[in-house]
Nanobody, 113 residues
Framework: QVQLVESGGGLVQPGGSLRLSCAAR??????MGWFRQAPGTQRELVAS???????KYADSAKGRFTISRDNAKMTVYLQMNSLKPEDTAVYHC?????????WGQGTQVTVSS
């Protein structure tokens, strides 16, 4: 049974950086993504990466966020730089496209001064 565990969130000032990690217990799928959901909004795809390393980003993340993966460690990362208050959300990882059964608790990212 696959389980995805996110970590690395926290409170950061605007302009700051955070690195999120998603550890897969069981196996890691071909394409993995980071998603986020702010209060009152729909969950959105922030970035995704194939097993071979091909990436795609939401327009809001381009130039600021970098997704990467370590297949040997079964871990996917999201490096977030130049954070803005509008990046505040709960961040989740999942396969792309996502599977309902793999949604975990996520990790809270709060960007505030």
């Amino acid at each position: 049974q696959v389980q995805l565990v996110e970590s690395g969130g926290g409170l950061v000032q605007p302009g700051g950086s955070l690195r999120l990690s998603c550890a897969a217990r069981g196996s890691i799928f071909s394409s993995m993504g980071w998603f986020r959901q702010a209060p009152g909004t729909q969950r959105e795809l922030v970035a995704s990466i194939t097993r071979g390393g091909r990436t795609k980003y939401a327009d809001s993340a381009k130039g600021r966020f970098t997704i990467s993966r370590d297949n040997a460690k079964m871990t996917v990362y999201l490096q977030m730089n130049s954070l803005k208050p509008e990046d505040t959300a709960v961040y989740h990882c999942n396969v792309d496209p996502p599977l309902l059964k793999l949604w975990g608790q996520g990790t809270q990212v709060t960007v505030s001064s």
